[in-house]
């Protein structure tokens, strides 16, 4: 039953009383919260627990003699700060380093079909579907005194003696860039293919170079590809553990390796719990800004559209 509802001089029909709820609905309603419930509770037991429990720990874990903030006042002596700081710049440095070298390599499997691309995306699911730790061992084989790039430089007479490729900080960025670059490059290219190309014909038609036409179109589009692929490098590598502990040989700490110190050397839990937790504020801090900044919304955009 409706009524005549007269305001500001317009009549229109409402409803007399609060919608039926029809059985579909209700059908519809218990349909949505079976299929909900499954992963919910996935959710819930293997992500929000943790980091739950993890935020317990760091505040001492219920222990009545311990102080609640001892394990994130240890975290403002130099020694930690110098490690996140190298950990910060070892993220930052790779991300950059793999955008760079990512773009031209997704731009040429989107824009370019020819069977040098296709053995390109095979090589790149194959890098994908190796283990990190088999990858890692294998640049040790390569970068070693006695390896095939030693070898080379020695034997074109580039360098007189070996050089120190592995087990420093070189070596876990060598490491850290060949494993993470494919990450970028999947996240690339979906972010390209999503690019109209009458966009580009059409400005190069009207008599743009292609310069310009790169830089006022091309790269906008893919720039939500671009800023999801970095920030999913970042992520990685900020955590990163293999290959800094293998490649690095003790001398590129980081604070991921500090974590593994506290717990199997010093037995501090409750350090190894707020470390544990200032990474990952840092980590939703930069998604924040992201956000606030472009909207997060737009990484699962097509080609920023």
Same mark, same amino acid.
């Given at each position: ?43 819930? =037991? ?33 020694? /930690? ?25 997704? /731009? ?53 003696? +070996? ?18 670059? +494919? ?15 009458? /966009? ?48 690095? @040989? ?15 050397? =010093? ?32 990484? /699962?955009?097509?080609? @920023?559209?």
């Amino acid at each position: 039953m409706a009524q005549i509802d007269v305001a500001n001089g317009v009549e229109r029909l409402k409803p007399s009383g609060p919608s039926r709820t029809t059985a579909w609905d209700l059908q519809r309603r218990r349909l949505t919260l079976t299929l909900m419930a499954p992963p919910m509770a996935v959710m819930v =037991l293997l992500f929000a627990a943790p980091i739950l429990v993890l935020v317990w720990m760091s505040f001492g874990g219920g222990s009545a003699d311990a102080d609640p903030f001892a394990g994130y006042q240890a975290l403002l002596q130099p020694v /930690y700060l110098r490690l996140l700081g190298f950990t910060l710049q070892l993220a930052l440095t790779t991300t950059l380093i793999c955008a760079l070298l990512a773009y031209p390599i997704a /731009y040429l499997m989107v824009n370019i079909e020819s069977r040098f691309t296709q053995w390109m995306a095979i090589t790149l699911f194959i890098a994908l579907w190796l283990s990190f730790l088999a990858r890692t061992f294998s640049w040790i084989i390569i970068l070693q005194r006695r390896g095939v790039v030693n070898n080379f430089l020695v034997g074109t007479g580039i360098t007189d003696q +070996p050089l120190q490729l592995v087990y420093n900080k070189l070596g876990v960025y060598i490491g850290m860039v060949h494993i993470l670059l +494919p990450f970028m490059v999947i996240t690339l290219i979906p972010a390209m293919k999503a690019i109209d190309p009458a /966009y580009v014909r059409a400005a190069l038609s009207l008599g743009a170079a292609p310069a310009k036409v790169f830089r006022q179109i091309y790269l906008p589009l893919s720039l939500p590809g671009l800023v999801a692929g970095s920030m999913l490098v970042f992520t990685l590598a900020f955590g990163f553990f293999i290959t800094p502990a293998i490649l690095g @040989g003790g001398r590129a700490p980081t604070i991921v390796l500090a974590i593994r110190d506290q717990i199997q050397q =010093l037995g501090n839990l409750q350090l190894a719990a707020a470390t544990s937790m200032v990474l990952l504020v840092i980590c939703l801090a930069l998604l924040i800004a992201y956000d606030r900044v472009s909207g997060v919304d737009k990484l /699962y955009d097509r080609g @920023g559209r």
